[in-house]
């Protein structure tokens, strides 16, 4: 059992990373947008430089080359939408909101702004007023990609799982077949109840993908999620192919080799994680937790120690070690660290009764009673 223990997700710069479907920004197709769609008083070619610059993360700049725009052209929608999108580039979100008010006023009718301001929304972490937005995205255009996409994965994060394969419906089926969407639609259809299919496909799709560690490390993510561990361990196993020195890959591999108990190939893929990074406090409880699963509370006492003395608030480090201790019979030790570990969770009785016996042991009756008599008490 992992004890609430999260599985990492990949690093911004790791090659392996999980596949990403959440399109940041939909600037490109301000440039073929006809007067139907979006209300534009500028001539196209004036957006150039400044979507140019907004594609290359240069947001003063784009807010400058708009500003310039906007001064000849104050309800030119294109150049508002745009101008939100720079300031939102440079988190200036209340400015943003004005400019995107403007541009949905004057071209209502426009996916690409809603697309835009549901973005605006994510960045912010508000995920209702955000599907709100790219609900009426696809209102404008049902098939539109992103809308559906960033749809599909707000009702997967919000466990509607049927409601998420409406959306995926909507794509292409040249779309449907790539694995970022079949990845989502896994998730989908477990989210509906249907397991098997889920499973299933999530498996075809790690089967398909080949030499690519980004889907095999998704899947490795889907997989644990669903608390399918050894299944899990099989997708890291593969991502580990093509990134074997990774060290989120080294993590979560030995995470679901733990959930799935083969400590060995756990014990192996934490160790070689901590030679990365010898002071990391997960690793280091995760290492101790497979030793105690092997039986060898000797060896878990030494990665746990010093995750202890790098983490001492952490209550997992030190109830772990009362535990350990105690089983080594050291019972002075086991009566300290549960006498810290109440401190920071004085309300678990069962730590208590356990300090308790640890205390009893060690010939001090009065405070192992008063332990026990609280605990038959709470009860």
């Known amino acids: 059992m992992l004890r609430n223990r999260l599985f990492r997700k990949a690093r911004d710069g790791f090659a392996g990373a999980a596949l990403r479907v959440?399109?940041?920004?939909?600037?490109?197709?301000?440039?073929?947008?006809?007067?139907s769609t979006l209300i534009s008083q500028a001539p196209p070619?004036?957006?150039?430089?400044?979507?140019?610059?907004?594609?290359?993360?240069?947001?003063?700049?784009?807010?400058?080359?708009?500003?310039?725009?906007?001064d000849q052209h104050p309800r030119d929608a294109t150049a508002l939408g745009l101008m939100g999108v720079a300031l939102d580039g440079q988190k200036r979100y209340a400015e943003a909101e004005k400019f995107y008010e403007?541009?949905?006023?004057l071209s209502p009718g426009s996916a690409l702004l809603f697309n835009n301001l549901g973005t605006h929304y994510l960045a912010q972490g508000d995920q209702e007023r955000a599907l709100r937005a790219y609900l009426q995205a696809v209102k404008i255009n049902p098939h539109d990609r992103n809308a559906n996409l960033q749809v599909a994965q707000?009702?997967?994060?919000?466990?509607?799982?049927?409601?998420?394969?409406?959306?995926?419906?909507?794509?292409?089926?040249?779309?449907?077949g790539t694995p970022a969407i079949r990845l989502l639609r896994a998730q989908a259809l477990a989210l509906a109840g249907r397991s098997a299919a889920a499973e299933s496909l999530l498996s075809d799709t790690l089967?398909?993908?080949?030499?690519?560690?980004?889907?095999?490390?998704?899947?490795?993510?889907?997989?644990?999620?669903?608390?399918?561990?050894?299944?899990?361990?099989?997708?890291?196993?593969?991502?580990?192919?093509?990134?074997?020195?990774?060290?989120?890959?080294?993590?979560?591999?030995?995470?679901?080799?733990?959930?799935?108990r083969d400590?060995?190939?756990?014990?192996?893929?934490?160790?070689?994680?901590?030679?990365?990074r010898p002071d990391?406090?997960?690793?280091?409880?995760?290492?101790?937790?497979?030793?105690?699963g092997q039986g060898r509370p000797d060896l878990a006492v030494v990665p746990l120690?010093?995750?202890?003395?790098?983490?001492?608030?952490?209550?997992?480090?030190?109830?772990?070690?009362?535990?350990?201790?105690?089983?080594?019979?050291?019972?002075?030790?086991?009566?300290?660290?549960?006498?810290?570990?109440?401190?920071?969770?004085?309300?678990?009785?069962?730590a208590q009764r356990e300090r308790g016996f640890a205390l009893a042991r060690t010939s001090r009756t009065d405070a192992a009673l008063a332990d026990l008599q609280a605990y038959v008490q709470g009860k």
């Open 263 to 276: 400590f060995a190939r756990a014990a192996d893929s934490f160790q070689v994680a901590l030679s990365q």
């Open 305 to 350: 120690e010093r995750a202890e003395r790098l983490a001492p608030q952490r209550p997992e480090i030190l109830l772990l070690l009362a535990t350990l201790t105690e089983k080594l019979g050291f019972y002075g030790d086991a009566a300290t660290a549960y006498d810290r570990y109440l401190k920071l969770r004085p309300h678990d009785d069962l």
């Open 45 to 70: 070619d004036i957006y150039g430089q400044a979507i140019s610059d907004l594609n290359e993360q240069k947001y003063l700049e784009a807010e400058a080359a708009l500003k310039a725009v906007l």
């Open 22 to 35: 959440r399109i940041v920004f939909f600037l490109a197709s301000c440039l073929v947008l006809g007067p």
């Open 154 to 176: 707000i009702c997967i994060h919000t466990k509607r799982g049927s409601e998420a394969l409406l959306h995926l419906d909507q794509l292409s089926k040249d779309e449907q």
């Open 280 to 292: 990391d406090v997960d690793c280091l409880y995760d290492l101790a937790r497979v030793y105690d």
């Open 207 to 260: 089967t398909q993908s080949g030499d690519d560690p980004r889907v095999a490390f998704s899947a490795g993510m889907i997989f644990a999620g669903w608390k399918r561990y050894a299944s899990a361990e099989e997708a890291f196993t593969k991502a580990l192919q093509s990134a074997p020195t990774d060290f989120d890959v080294l993590n979560n591999l030995g995470l679901a080799a733990l959930g799935a």
């Open 102 to 105: 403007r541009a949905v006023q």
